[in-house]
C-alpha cells in the first residue's frame, strides 16, 4: 500500500493477512496567511490559506515529488527536492 487514499479492500488486502505500517512524522511551515503540510519523502503537499502567501499549491502539484523539506517566507513557500 502505498497510496494513502486506497482502502485496504481497494488494495487487494485478504482477511488474515498481516500488514506492517510504517508511520511518518507530519511537518507543517507557516507563512503569513498560509500553511503548508507534507511528510519527508512524501509526494503529497497539502497548503491551506490565502492563496496570495502560498495557500494554494495546485498550479505546481505536479512537481512536488520526493519533498524533504519546505520552507517559507512572508509570503511563499519552497519545496527542497530529494533531487535538489
Given at each position: 500500500l502505498t497510496n494513502p487514499e486506497?482502502?485496504?479492500?481497494?488494495?487487494?488486502?485478504?482477511?488474515?493477512?498481516?500488514?506492517?505500517?510504517?508511520?511518518?512524522?507530519?511537518k507543517i511551515a507557516a507563512s503569513f496567511r498560509a500553511f503548508a503540510l507534507w511528510c519527508s519523502g512524501g509526494n503529497q503537499v497539502v497548503a491551506w490559506?490565502?492563496?496570495?502567501?502560498?495557500?494554494?499549491?495546485?498550479?505546481?502539484?505536479?512537481q512536488l515529488r520526493d519533498v524533504q523539506q519546505i520552507q517559507a517566507t512572508h509570503l511563499a513557500f519552497a519545496a527542497i527536492l530529494a533531487d535538489g
Open positions: 486506497d482502502s485496504l479492500q481497494d488494495s487487494g488486502v485478504q482477511d488474515g493477512e498481516h500488514l506492517t505500517a510504517v508511520a511518518q512524522q507530519v490559506g490565502n492563496p496570495d502567501f502560498g495557500g494554494d499549491c495546485s498550479a505546481v502539484k505536479d
